[in-house]
């Protein structure tokens, strides 16, 4: 069974600074991708970043990239400047390989602060 | 774009009664849409996916009997929580994949449902 593992419940940041979030996980699999959602206080999931297992560049999305290793299996989310907005919860998550319908498996959530 | 809608945002129901939340997707067919549930300070648990003209497939522990659900077109899913308990009271949140990628979930903004 597969594994979702986010070991920051919470994270603070100053504004304008770069945080890392962390992400590991867990597939014998060789194709599985890994996406990051935001999901601020009203509840809505913003959609980040993607990143295949057979990517051979990091993905970058304006001030968010993905730190993929996949020896170690993680993939760290960077959110470079924070702005204040940034504060929301963050979740990481992997497609099931070998289902239709793309079906994802969250972790448990990093609740990120900026503060000013 | 991507956009899914959901209807209602939020509802407040009496014990016993039956809720039904849409969930749409406004400017993309969706091949497959996903149901899940959250708790507060928690994951997104996924209930059920389900494809367009077909029966859904509930996660297991998820009564089929209890949370029923269709999806009659490539634009729109429903979920009705039947017999609401307090119990059941809850954020639901569904999501939407293109027809023509499966890998990118995209997320409507959730219905928070409240059983007295």
């Known amino acids: 069974a597969q594994k979702i593992t986010q070991t920051q419940p919470g994270m603070f940041v100053q504004e304008k600074e770069a945080v890392t979030l962390d992400c590991t996980y867990d597939t014998s699999d060789p194709s599985y991708g890994l996406f990051w959602y935001k999901q601020p206080s009203s509840g809505e999931m913003i959609f980040l970043i993607y990143q295949g297992s057979y990517d051979q560049q990091n993905a970058t999305e304006g001030r968010y990239s993905l730190n993929f290793q996949k020896a170690r299996k993680s993939a760290n989310l960077v959110i470079s400047a924070s702005q204040l907005g940034d504060s929301a919860m963050y979740f990481c998550a992997m497609r099931e390989p070998g289902t239709s319908g793309s079906r994802l498996t969250f972790g448990e959530g990093t609740q990120l602060t900026v503060n000013p | 774009g991507a956009v899914v809608s959901q209807h209602p945002s939020w509802v407040i129901c009496k014990s016993g009664t039956s809720v039904k939340i849409e969930c749409r997707s406004l400017d993309f067919q969706a091949t497959t849409m996903f149901w899940y549930r959250q708790f507060p300070k928690q994951s997104l648990m996924l209930m059920a996916t389900?494809?367009?003209?077909?029966?859904?497939?509930?996660e297991q522990g998820v009564e089929k009997d209890k949370f029923l659900i269709n999806h009659a077109s490539l634009t729109l899913s429903t979920l009705t929580v039947t017999s609401a308990h307090p119990e059941d009271s809850s954020f639901y949140i569904c999501?939407?994949?293109?027809?023509?990628?499966?890998?990118?979930?995209?997320f409507g903004p959730g219905t928070r449902l409240t059983v007295l």
């Open positions: 999501s939407a994949s293109k027809r023509e990628s499966t890998d990118t979930q995209y």
């Open positions: 389900s494809n367009e003209g077909s029966k859904a497939t509930y």
